[in-house]
């Protein structure tokens, strides 16, 4: 069982920045030996789960959704069991809970997708106001 959370939520100035952390605990060497993917998803109510990032270990890849291309960075250190996402020029539109996602199997193409992410953190909260 692998347990994910995540911290680094806050209320922000539109133009601001902010940094989350996600943590795993327990057996994640499932993982390593698959060659798991890692990822930061949101969700705003009344809209569909959106990758923002993700991480191909086996491949040192990085994958960014469109909306967050040049602002947003994922940052990672699988030996340490931890993700970040540094998040600059942050807009009113960028709201949302934000998600940790790991054990992702796949097609890279896919690694975007909600779907193909076994374990979930449980949110943290981003609110950049105009």
């Known amino acids: 069982q692998v347990h994910l959370v995540e911290s680094g939520g806050d209320s922000v100035q539109a133009g601001g920045t902010l940094r989350l952390s996600c943590t795993a605990s327990?057996?994640?060497?499932?993982?390593?030996?698959?060659?798991?993917?890692w990822a930061w998803f949101r969700q705003s109510p009344g809209k569909e789960r959106e990758g923002v990032a993700a991480y191909w270990p086996s491949a040192s890849r990085t994958f960014y959704g469109d909306s967050v291309k040049g602002r947003f960075t994922l940052a990672q250190d699988i030996d340490k069991k931890t993700i970040f996402l540094e998040m600059n020029s942050l807009k009113p539109e960028d709201t949302a809970q934000y998600y940790c996602a790991a054990g992702g199997l796949g097609r890279a193409s896919d690694i975007l997708l909600a779907r193909i992410y076994r374990d979930w953190g449980q949110g943290t909260q981003v609110t950049v106001s105009s």
């Open positions: 327990g057996d994640t060497s499932g993982y390593k030996k698959s060659g798991a993917y």
